[in-house]
């Protein structure tokens, strides 16, 4: 969802607090694409305090869809976000050329608001580096694929069989992350 603010920029010590929703289906990120299901809309504050930095805070909550490390089964993954930011204005803009710089990934020249970016951040900073959909998770048999949390097969483990290569390359692929 995108919010004009510029209103927010002109007027000293103006703040509103708007009820915002997030429209993206997807994050898609380096890790690849995963599908998301929006919380419910969350309260945003936006502050200008005295003409010197704009204030953003709120939280809420998306879940979003990330395979299991071990077996790939796509587990509901809930993120609680949490928004705190201060924005310098443009007079004291050289005081922080970083945080300006993460401004404008969301909020255009237009002083609209993209929350839905504001959001991706929050996900991508809090992106988790092991996601199991059970501590204990069997994962996959490397040699015919069955999901060992399911069924057992009758394969000895130990070598690898190179038609079956392709998933353990899927596990490593998730490993590095
Ligand atoms: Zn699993
Ligand atoms: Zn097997």
């Given at each position: 969802m995108k919010l004009d603010i510029s209103d927010v920029y002109s007027l000293d010590n103006k703040e509103i607090v708007r009820k915002v929703h997030i429209d993206m289906v997807e994050f898609a990120s380096r890790q690849g694409v995963f599908p998301i299901q929006a919380g419910e809309p969350f309260d945003l504050m936006i502050a200008n305090e005295e003409g010197k930095r704009l204030r953003l805070s709120g939280e809420g909550d998306v879940t979003v869809q990330i395979p299991c490390d071990r077996c790939l089964q796509e587990v509901a993954y809930p993120f609680h976000f949490i928004i705190e930011k201060e924005i310098p204005l443009e007079n004291t803009l050289e005081e922080s050329e970083d945080a300006d710089d993460e401004a404008s990934s969301y909020i255009d020249e237009e002083r609209v608001l993209d929350v839905d970016r504001l959001v991706f951040n929050e996900i991508l900073v809090n992106w988790p580096a092991k996601v199991l959909c059970k501590s204990d998770c069997k994962g996959?048999?490397?040699?015919?694929?069955?999901?060992l949390n399911l069924a057992a097969c009758d394969c000895e483990q130990g070598e690898l069989d190179p038609r079956m290569a392709q998933f353990q390359d899927v596990f490593n692929k998730f490993k590095e992350v």
């Open positions: 996959i048999c490397p040699k015919c694929g069955t999901n």
